[in-house]
């Protein structure tokens, strides 16, 4: 059996990288080398982050990267999309309702990122959220929309990452304000 923790952490090191390269790509390379990250993963195994890095959640950012959201990954191999319209138990629900409430400490909106085996990333954010990405640009994003189950004014954007990282800059610093 795969190690599971591998996995997550590999799957968190992907969305940094892909976050770093969309909203703040100045940041990774100097004189043409890749420096650092501006976006890492939240880790235990060293010295607490918070104090260098912004955010809460799965993916933490430097002080100088402004980033409205409060970032919750996962990546699971009995995840699929079956439950998304039929079952209130479906196990995303659950996570999407941890990233409300670490983005309810930071005042930030919150963005799930969900995935599995032979899956593109998968972002969830209400739908305000995804609305306020398209206001400046005219950018033609797929999204699914979808009542949360156990919050029935709550609309939900179901987003493939690979379309909302194709999202201006002005559009995402939009967001935070």
């Known amino acids: 059996m795969k190690d599971s923790r591998a ?12 976050f770093s390269e969309w909203l ?3 940041l990774i390379l100097e004189e043409g080398k890749l420096v ?6 939240r880790t235990t195994s060293r010295e607490p982050l ?17 980033c409205p959201f409060c970032i919750e990954c996962k990546f699971g ?22 990233a409300v409430a670490q983005a309810a400490t930071t005042q930030s909106h919150p963005l ?5 085996a032979r899956m593109n990333p998968l972002s969830i954010m209400y739908l305000e959220t995804y ?3 398209q ?18 004014k709550s609309i939900l954007a179901f987003v493939p990452l690979g379309d909302l990282v194709k999202v201006p800059r002005s559009a995402v610093q939009a967001v935070g304000k």
């Open 112 to 116: 799930l990122i969900v995935s599995r």
């Open 50 to 66: 918070e104090g260098h890095w912004e955010g809460k959640g799965d993916i933490l950012w430097r002080p100088d990267v402004t």
């Open 131 to 133: 609305v306020c990405l």
């Open 77 to 98: 191999y009995g995840f699929n999309l079956d439950g998304l319209l039929n079952c209130p138990k479906w196990v995303a629900w659950s996570w999407w309702d941890q």
């Open 24 to 26: 703040a790509p100045e």
């Open 7 to 18: 996995i997550g952490n590999r799957f968190e090191n992907t969305i940094c990288r892909a």
């Open 36 to 41: 650092k990250y501006p976006f890492r993963r």
């Open 135 to 152: 206001l400046d640009e005219k950018i033609d994003l797929t999204a699914l929309m979808v009542q949360h189950p156990k919050s029935p």
